[in-house]
């Protein structure tokens, strides 16, 4: 019933910036916390960076001072500001709700299909 849909992936060069969105939607009572994750080629599915519905946030240490995470509790979606983009940023970026509670009563964690970014010159 829940469903996360990302966007605002695309090709960027070197240095320069992105901002995904991700909007939740579905019979949605409260989200606890929001993130992104990303998966590069080759590599492991690995956390960017997670905000809380009190707007606390955290950071891999790759991405610290680069990106900043943002949410708006009223429309359910998630952000992931981008500047300073690097190559090693080429990733699939997939948006995640953690503990959504709906209003059927159910607590579960719903991942995103994913966006495509892509950090070449």
């Known amino acids: 019933q829940v469903q996360l849909v990302e966007s605002g992936g695309g090709l960027v060069q070197p240095g320069g910036s992105l901002r995904l969105s991700c909007a939740a939607s579905g019979p949605i009572f409260r989200i606890n916390g929001m993130g992104w994750h990303r998966q590069a080629p080759g590599k492991e599915r690995e956390l960017v960076a997670t905000i809380s519905s009190d707007g606390d946030s955290t950071y891999v240490d790759s991405v610290k001072g680069r990106f900043t995470i943002s949410r708006d509790n009223a429309k359910n979606t998630v952000n992931l500001q981008m500047n300073s983009l690097k190559p090693e940023d080429t990733a699939v970026y997939y948006c995640?709700?953690?503990?959504?509670?709906?209003?059927?009563?159910?607590?579960?964690?719903?991942w995103g299909q994913g966006t495509q970014v892509t950090v070449s010159s």
């Open positions: 995640n709700a953690e503990n959504v509670l709906t209003y059927g009563g159910t607590v579960r964690n719903f």
